[in-house]
């Protein structure tokens, strides 16, 4: 029995766009859409909507197959070692994210899924998300349908974003991978652009996606959780 394969790429600005860009030609070679995780501001002044190029190339990607995901709001003005939406109160958390949503119907990248920086979000945003529109969030436990409640669990496998990157965890992500698609499981992979311009992690995540498809894995994107092993519409 296969499973499928979701390969998401977070950390997507100006300084990384050449690593993503390269990265995501790789994966259209073998047929692997890539959810991508956007957020409007990020540290260094970087926002989304002054950077035209990024805007355009996301959507380009958007409508050949690929889900944006937005992943926080403004990580600048998060306390230093902290998570965005880790401890957020409902009220703080469904200002955020209006004010994300807001950016991201204004660039034509809006989106109905979350996914929390670090893949941590607090029981206030977590109840703050399905009042601003959100059918989806993405965190560490899963995928979580935030109509119904039910979470589809599955472990991350993910280089950077606060992740590990030495070459043995390189190394694990690769085993770990193969193991979940040899049984037929949902297999998560995740790096940040970042890291795709690191040659290690890149080649990590290349030949666990390969070593997926080997196995059978069907490559999809984030969605509603329909059924155990299985990502819908949404």
């Keep these: 029995m296969s499973g499928e394969m979701i390969v ?29 995780f956007v957020a409007p ?26 889900a944006i995901v937005l992943h926080g709001y403004d990580r600048a003005a998060t306390k230093r070692r902290r998570a965005e939406f880790a401890a957020l109160p409902e009220h703080e958390a469904r200002l ?9 119907e204004d660039t034509g990248l809006r989106t109905r899924l979350f996914a929390p920086p670090r893949g941590l979000a607090s029981s206030g945003a977590v109840a703050a998300l399905p009042q601003v529109g959100f059918r989806v969030m993405v965190d560490l436990a899963g995928i979580r349908d935030l ?20 070459p043995w ?50 490559p999809v994107v984030y969605r509603r959780p329909r059924r155990p092993g299985s990502v819908s519409a949404a």
């Design 8 to 36: 998401s790429v977070s950390g997507i600005r100006d300084a990384t766009r050449d690593a993503v860009e390269d990265f995501a030609r790789e994966m259209d070679v073998r047929g692997v859409p890539l959810s991508l």
């Design 41 to 66: 501001r990020a540290k260094d002044g970087y926002r989304l909507v002054q950077d035209p190029a990024i805007q355009e190339w996301l959507l380009e990607r958007r409508e050949g197959g690929d």
């Design 96 to 104: 955020r994210l209006l004010a994300a949503d807001r950016v991201l």
């Design 147 to 166: 109509r119904t409640g039910t979470v589809l669990e599955a472990r991350v496998y993910g280089i950077g974003g606060g992740v590990r990157a030495e």
């Design 169 to 218: 965890w390189c190394r694990a992500v690769v085993i770990g991978a193969s193991r979940v698609a040899r049984r037929g499981e949902l297999l998560r992979l995740a790096i940040s652009g970042p890291r795709l311009a690191e040659p290690g992690p890149r080649q990590a995540i290349l030949d666990a996606v390969d070593i997926a498809l080997r196995h059978g894995a069907e």
